[in-house]
């Protein structure tokens, strides 16, 4: 459940130019690089991935998964 998950977020990371710091049993941390560019703006692209992600959650219950729904926290 965990490896399709994060592969989904992993996704995600490539696609907003994010760094994956680590993932620890279910924590999964993101950073970005800070610029001036407001194209480029760091904090706007991980509220761009927070949002995604809660997306990409909300499609993996509807799926009906096997082990359950999830939450984030």
């Keep these: 459940m965990l490896n ?3 592969s989904r977020f992993d996704f995600l990371v490539d696609r907003y130019d994010l760094n994956k710091v680590k993932t620890i049993g279910d924590c999964y941390m993101v ?3 800070p610029s001036s560019d407001l194209e480029h703006d760091g904090c706007a ?3 761009r991935f927070a949002l995604d992600l809660m ?3 909300r499609a993996y219950n509807e799926t009906g998964p096997q082990n359950g729904q999830i939450q984030l926290r």
């Design 4 to 6: 399709d998950l994060f």
């Design 31 to 33: 950073t970005s690089i």
């Design 45 to 47: 692209r991980v509220c």
């Design 55 to 57: 997306k990409t959650v």
